[in-house]
T-cell receptor, first 116, second 111 residues
Framework: GAVVSQHPSWVICKSGTSVKIECRSL??????MFWYRQFPKQSLMLMAT?????????EQGVEKDKFLINHASLTLSTLTVTSAHPEDSSFYIC????????????FGSGTRLTVV | QKEVEQDPGPLSVPEGAIVSLNCTYS??????FMWYRQYSRKGPELLMY????GNKEDGRFTAQVDKSSKYISLFIRDSQPSDSATYLC???????????FGTGTKLQVIP
């Protein structure tokens, strides 16, 4: 089945620094990837839709300048949290579909970001 | 009213029991339905995916969709302690569209 790899799985950074999270589709090409944020004991909140070769589409309330998304190739999308603050600490997860909806959406294993 | 409603639980059952997890939705544009299992601090794992009304079976799991009632279910037969996790229903209107999730139901299967 489709596999989505996300890296790193765990990162701790100092307040004010930037962190980059990578999301790769390992055995398929993904023209569209999605980035979510999940707080403890809550469901996934869509942050943005990443489209290969074009600008990402952000959900209402998500700061574009803070959460930079780049989808430079059909197998890689990155999320950069800029000038991170403790309130950005969360679980970030990406997902992709290999065939639109031919097989549902596959999720990465997630990245736990802790800003100290 | 939320687009997708899901009982958050927690739901606690003895090992071997049949588990029924349910979601209702209000958006008639939803055409594709998924169930995910999420263990603590892990990404969601796709369990079932379906796009038509009726039942779809995969091993111990059965997904049921009733589009006329806007109601979907996931049944787990012969539940195991390893099934203890949070189960999320998810639905989408079309290809490459954003997915709307339920809030998740936390399931605990007691040995």
């Amino acid at each position: 089945g489709a596999v989505v790899s996300q890296h790193p799985s765990w990162v701790i950074c100092k307040s004010g620094t930037s962190v980059k999270i990578e999301c790769r589709s390992l055995d398929f090409q993904a023209t569209t990837m999605f980035w979510y944020r999940q707080f403890p004991k809550q469901s996934l909140m869509l942050m943005a839709t990443s489209n290969e070769g074009s600008k990402a589409t952000y959900e209402q309330g998500v700061e574009k300048d803070k959460f930079l998304i780049n989808h430079a190739s059909l197998t890689l999308s990155t999320l950069t949290v800029t000038s991170a603050h403790p309130e950005d600490s969360s679980f970030y997860i990406c997902s992709a579909s290999s065939q639109g909806l031919g097989d549902g959406y596959t999720f990465g294993s997630g990245t736990r970001l802790t800003v100290v | 009213q939320k687009e997708v409603e899901q009982d958050p639980g927690p739901l606690s059952v003895p090992e071997g029991a049949i588990v029924s997890l349910n979601c209702t939705y209000s958006n008639s544009a939803f055409q594709y339905f998924m169930w995910y299992r999420q263990y603590s601090r892990k990404g969601p794992e796709l369990l079932m995916y379906t796009y038509s009304s009726g039942n779809k079976e995969d091993g111990r799991f059965t997904a049921q969709v009733d589009k006329s009632s806007k109601y979907i279910s996931l049944f787990i037969r012969d539940s195991q302690p390893s099934d203890s996790a949070t189960y999320l229903c998810a639905m989408v209107s079309g290809g490459y569209q954003k997915v709307t999730f339920g809030t998740g139901t936390k399931l605990q299967v007691i040995p």
